[in-house]
């Protein structure tokens, strides 16, 4: 049977970041998501991040408004759902 080449790759599998749900291309985390070494980042380092991109999102929200719905979002991500401040929520 002859075997047909594909020209190009189609670009339908994306992915999403395990930590952050942002769409990446490959791999389980996105460049914010991991250090020099490719590695996850900490919870505390992603969870300060995390809140000021959120208190930017939605600045008329208090603090505690933030952190929480930053919680709600990390609880929904496989890197962070299993984590003892997630689940203390
Ligand atoms: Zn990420």
């Given at each position: 049977m002859a075997q047909q080449r594909t020209k190009e790759k189609i670009m339908t599998?994306?992915?999403?970041?395990?930590?952050?749900?942002m769409p990446i291309e490959s791999g389980r985390y996105c460049?914010?998501?991991?250090?020099e070494s490719g590695a996850l980042r900490s919870f505390d380092e992603?969870?300060?991040r995390m809140?000021?991109?959120?208190?930017?999102?939605d600045p008329a929200a208090s603090e505690q408004d933030i952190e929480r719905q930053v919680l709600d979002y990390m609880a929904t991500m496989p890197a962070w759902r299993d984590?003892?401040?997630?689940q203390a929520r």
């Open positions: 599998t994306t992915s999403s970041c395990e930590s952050c749900g460049e914010y998501c991991t250090d992603r969870f300060a809140t000021e991109w959120q208190a930017r999102r984590h003892p401040n997630v």
